[in-house]
């Protein structure tokens, strides 16, 4: 069964960082392209990331380039996203995904809230 | 690509047919166009993906269809576990967009 656990999630203040990790089992995870998908009241559903099976190609929304990081430790079939320069804007459930264009299967998720 | 999505909310009983619209802002290559289902308090669920091909598992009460700009998901006789939110999501290159979603309840 495929499983994928998000965690990490939590309250963060303006301009403050976090780091999601997604535990991947039930599938050949090295061979996966992942991906990051958010949801928020205000913004809907908005992929965040992608990232190919080796590492060498990633991909973000234009709203979090330079701001979030996604990689990967195949080792330990397990994704992550680093995020800084939190903003309000940033406030939604994050889900790990398996894919690169869309998305298959999905994690139950983990929320990111951003206030002071 | 924006994607609009209509109605917005569309009021059908068990049985009946639904059909949900999603216009793209401008033409989708390669009919690269996929719709999730979403029920509160679960992660979406890929139904639709290639504007027509259904995704394992999905029953064949449903079904996508349209090309370039215009693109539907029919769900043939409602069952009482399809009164969802559904997105449409193009899946062609960055940024990939979804839909406003449209909520189909129970009338």
């Known amino acids: 069964e495929v499983l994928l656990v998000e965690s990490g999630g939590g309250l963060v203040q303006p301009g403050g960082s976090l780091r999601l990790s997604c535990a991947a089992s039930?599938?050949?995870?090295?061979?996966?392209?992942m991906s990051w998908v958010r949801q928020s009241p205000r913004r809907g559903l908005e992929w965040v990331a992608n990232m190919n099976q080796d590492g060498s190609f990633k991909d973000y929304v234009h709203s979090v380039k330079g701001r979030f990081t996604i990689s990967r430790d195949n080792a330990k079939n397990s994704l992550f996203l680093q995020m800084s320069s939190l903003s309000v804007e940033d406030t939604a459930v994050y889900y790990c995904?398996?894919?690169?264009?869309?998305?298959?299967?999905w994690g139950q998720g983990t929320l990111v809230t951003v206030s002071s | 690509i924006v994607l609009t999505q209509s109605p917005v909310t569309l009021s059908l009983s068990p049985g009946e047919r639904a059909t949900l619209s999603c216009r793209a802002s401008q033409p989708i290559s390669t009919n690269f166009l996929a719709w999730y289902q979403q029920k509160p308090g679960q992660a979406p669920r890929l139904l639709i993906y290639?504007?027509?091909s259904r995704a394992t598992g999905i029953p064949d009460r449903f079904s996508g269809s349209g090309s370039g700009t215009d693109f539907s998901l029919t769900i043939s006789s409602l069952e009482p576990e399809d009164f969802a939110v559904y997105y449409c999501?193009?899946?062609?290159?960055?940024?990939?967009?979804f839909g406003g979603g449209t909520k189909v309840e129970i009338k």
């Open positions: 039930g599938f050949s995870f090295s061979d996966s392209y």
């Open positions: 999501q193009h899946h062609g290159y960055s940024p990939l967009n």
């Open positions: 995904a398996i894919g690169g264009n869309y998305w298959a299967s």
């Open positions: 290639g504007a027509s």
